[in-house]
Each structure stands twice: as C-alpha cells, then as structure tokens.
C-alpha cells in the first residue's frame, strides 16, 4: 500500500507539473503578485526583466512564475505528505548569532522616542518576546547612589548639589552596567539612554557598540493631543486620558491637569527633543531603524519586531570567531588541552572500555551516528560486545586527526579520520574477501562531564562522499558495502536522490528548454 501511495503520489505531482509547463498557465505570475516582502518585490523585478528580454508582447504567460508556482506545489505536497515540521528559532537568535559571529556580546539595543510616543509600552513586550535586561539610566543612578558604589557617590555629589550628573560618568556607569552576568547573557535594552549629542559621542569613544537604535516616530500633532488629554488622579496616581482612557465619571471632578501636560510645555519639549536627537542619530547610522508609531500598538510592536529580527550580511572578518578567547572563557571544568588529551585516552583504550575498574562511559550516555541513535549505554555495550571489526579487519587504521575543542561547547572534542582496512578475517560469519577499503574523511565528536566521563559519542559523518570505495559510506555501514554485502535499506546505501529531488530537476531543466526556445525565437523576430 505504501509504495501504491508513493507511486499514485507521484503521478499525480508529474501530471500537474506537465499541464502547467504545456497550457502555460499564470500560476503565481509575479508582474501580478504585488508582494509586499522585498524578497518578493526583488523577484518580480527579476522576473519582469526575463520576460522582457525575452518578448515585449509576452506578458500574458511567464515561465519563470510557472516553474517557481510548479516547484512550490511539488514541495508543498511532498513536505504535507510526510507531515514534516521545522522548528522556529527563538526570536533573539537572528541578533544574538550575529553578535556570537563576531566575538562579542550580547546583544545592545537603544530604544528612542519623544513623550507619549508609546516607548513604554513597546519596551515591556521586547523584555517579553526577546529576553533583553531593560536598563535606563535613572534605574542605574539610583541603584549605584543606594549601594553607594564609587561611581554612585560621585553622582550623588552632583545631584545633591542640583547639578547634572556629566555625560562621561553617565557612560561609566552604563558601561559598568553593561558588563554585568545578565547582560553579557540576554543582551540590553538601554531606554533613554544617550540623551543628548555629547553623550552619544561619549558612547563611541568608550566603544560602546550599539546592535540597534531603535526610534519611534510620531508626528507632533498627534503626542500634543496624547499629551494634552491626560489627567491625574492625585489620591490613586493612577494616570487617565479624556479621549483614550477615559476615567470613571466620579472621579472626574478630582482629576488633575498637570502643568507638564499642557500644550505649550509640550511642544517646548518636542522641540528639545528634535534638537537633540537630530544630533545623535548621525553616530549610530548604521544601526537605525525607524518606526512608524502612529498604528496601533499592535502594529507597531510588529515593525519593532521586524526591525530586531532582521538579519544583515556581515563582512567576512566578522564572521570569524575568536576561538582562543572563547575557549579562555570557558568555565568547564576541564581544559581545552587537558581534554584532548583525555579524548585520545578514552580511543586508545577503545570507547567503552574501563581503565581501573571504572567505565568510560557517563550513566547518561548517548552514542549517535548518521542514522543509528541516540541509544543509551547498555545498548550500545551490547552493540560494542557483538560487532567485531578487528577480527575481520585486524589491520584496520583509523588515521585520527584533527582533535580540537568546540569553541560553542567547550565540553566537546572533534576529531576526523581517513579510515583504511583490509577484509582478511570473517565478518560476521561470512568468508573474508581480501578487499582493500578506504573510507571517505569523517568527522566525530566526543563530549564529557565535568568528571572526564563520556557523555556523547557521535560518529561516521562523511564529510565528502566522492572519496574512497564505500560508496561515500561511513562508520559500520561502509564495512559492509565496502566487501560488496550493503545491508538492503536506503539508510545504509550510497545516497540516491529522493524522487522529489529528480522531479524538481526534471522541472528545472524542462523550464530552460522552454527559456531557450522563447529566447531563440524572440531572436529570430
């Protein structure tokens, strides 16, 4: 029944990929999507300008559109098919990953704004949906004067004397913050925080690098008539809005309407505003990202969102991580050359084997390879016992090499080998052949507790089919194609291409062949 199933499958996938490239259907024709994404608008430009080279007069079909619009449905049917599923990464990770790439930490994002733009509320959802420690400098001063730390005391002196507290120790104190475990950990949202030019320019010349400077814009009109409809309650401090928040008509009459929320007082402080951030924004240009804050809130987390979720292609040189400092800031309790060594004790002895009556092996210990596992420690022993390779490859030699540290798991060691054996022993019952096999370079890994027990061995990953005899098989299923018996499973043979994968060839090449007709006959015109 499964294999009628994959048959009828894909038959009826060919058929619908022929009756679309022969009527020369419009299936998702992109001069008429009207995408929206520029993902979407870089492809219909794309696709318009091949039609266009091809034919003036050809607007009523595109090739293009119909292939992508065929290989769309072809997968979309196969994946529905197998019901696959993905996982979504965590919505920090685009940020954090880039910041990881480069070496540094995590992530720091400026949120800016004028009064009433709605930053408030914007902060407590980035807090919710990406984790960020949120950090204004009002929470910093009053933290460090009440735990009168050394910079605290010195703030204090200049607001006791009713003096503004210095831009530069302004920096100090954000950059101390900045360094705390949290923040190294989460990332920051830093809120209202430079304020003004010199502090940004003292931001830069600490080297303290923004990720994203998020601004919010909102036109004057529109906050002078949020800020002028706001009243206080003076026995609750619960704040109203005559338009947006209207207050419960007992307590209108108590209300009050503070002189800051005025008309005049609000524009004055706009203007401020404008002045000011007019004048910071220059340093942080390549990290600015302006909001529309006029939607609803809504939609203009949606935006924020989109703006910290947005991944841009870093240069080459930033994409190289340090590995000596990251492995230096490891806090595993074993070290990176202490580990290796202890990786090449654990081969030499033969993984799983003891050394003083005490096993190599963690009780939560996983083996994996390509196909086979995880499996626990008692299966794999049991495995270990019956599957002799040096009884029917005594001159097996692995050619271990490459032993290093994982920088991203320091409790890792990745070693590769370039396997060489000859078949001159019985395997597994059967006579031996006498064949030479050389394997194709795979990569494996060992991980361990901080005890030095092994927690995780992964084994036999090719990391290029194309050499040696086992057909670009690793591990043990390489032995057994090697002396010509593969085990009879698609998993432990050589890879053939999935029929979903040939039909989208099949498609692929039929679309060039109608591409070059139409070029050739356009031509000729």
């Known amino acids: 029944m499964k294999q009628h199933g994959r048959l009828l499958r894909g038959i009826c996938i060919i058929a619908i990929g022929l009756a679309l490239i022969v009527t020369q259907g419009a299936f ?7 995408s929206s994404s520029p993902a979407g608008r870089c492809q219909e430009q794309l696709a318009a300008r091949s039609s266009a080279s091809v034919s003036p007069e050809s607007s009523n079909t595109s090739t293009p559109g119909l292939v992508a619009g065929a290989a769309t449905l072809l997968l979309t049917l196969s994946l529905f098919a197998q019901r696959r599923t993905s996982s979504k990464p965590h919505a920090q990770s685009l940020v954090r990953v880039a910041c990881q790439a480069r070496g540094s930490k995590a992530p720091l994002v400026v949120i800016a704004g004028p009064p009433a733009a709605g930053k408030g509320t914007q902060c407590e959802r980035i807090k919710e949906k990406f984790g960020y420690v949120h950090i204004s400098t009002g929470d910093i001063l009053r933290a460090n004067v009440k735990e009168g730390t ?8 200049y607001m006791t004397a009713g003096k503004l507290v210095p831009s530069e120790l302004i920096v100090d104190l954000v950059k101390d913050r900045l360094a705390q475990p949290d923040v190294a950990e989460k990332g920051c949202l830093l809120d209202g925080f430079p304020r003004a030019p010199d502090q940004a320019k003292a931001m830069v010349d600490a080297n303290i690098a923004v990720d994203k400077f998020i601004l919010i814009e909102v036109p004057d009109d529109t906050l002078v008539e949020r800020g002028c ?7 609750t401090g619960d704040i109203y809005h005559l338009k947006f928040k209207p207050p419960p ?9 503070r002189s800051d929320d005025q008309e005049t007082a609000i524009r004055e402080r706009l203007g401020i505003y404008h002045e000011q ?19 609803k809130p809504e939609e203009v987390t949606s935006s924020v969102f989109a703006a910290l979720e947005a991944s841009e292609t870093p240069d080459f040189e930033s994409q190289v991580v340090d590995e000596e400092a990251m492995l230096a800031a490891s806090n595993f309790a074993i070290k990176p050359a202490d580990l290796v060594q202890l990786c090449k004790d654990v081969l030499r002895r033969g993984a799983g084997t003891t050394k003083d009556g005490e096993a190599d ?3 939560d210990f996983e083996f994996c390879a390509p196909v086979v596992g995880p499996i626990g420690k008692d299966a794999y022993l049991e495995a270990l016992g019956t599957f002799k390779i040096q009884d029917a490859f005594p001159d097996v030699n692995n050619n271990y090499h490459f032993f290093r540290v994982d920088p991203f798991e320091p409790d890792r060691v990745w070693f ?13 019952g059967k006579p031996s052949t006498g064949k030479a096999l050389t394997f194709p370079p795979e990569a494996y890994s060992i991980r361990f507790n901080p005890d030095g027990k092994v927690k995780e061995f992964t084994v036999g990953y090719p990391m290029d089919r194309r050499i040696g005899n086992t057909g670009g098989l690793g591990g043990a299923f390489g032995f057994f194609y090697g002396v010509g018996r593969p085990i009879p499973i698609p998993e432990c043979r050589p890879y053939k291409p999935s029929w979903q994968f040939r039909m989208l060839r099949f498609i692929s090449k039929v679309s060039k062949r109608f591409q070059g007709a139409r070029v050739q006959k356009a031509s000729q015109a």
């Open 28 to 34: 998702v024709p992109p001069h008429r999507s009207g």
């Open 150 to 157: 050394e910079l605290g005391k010195k703030a204090n002196e």
């Open 229 to 235: 409809g706001r009243r206080l309650d003076p026995e």
């Open 249 to 257: 008509a007992e307590i209108v009459d108590r209300l009050v309407h």
């Open 277 to 295: 951030v007019n004048c910071i924004l220059p340093f942080f240009s390549d990290a600015v990202c302006k909001i529309d804050g006029l939607p």
């Open 361 to 363: 092996l963690a009780d």
């Open 416 to 428: 590769q080998t370039r396997k060489t054996a000859t078949n001159t022993g019985k395997f597994l």
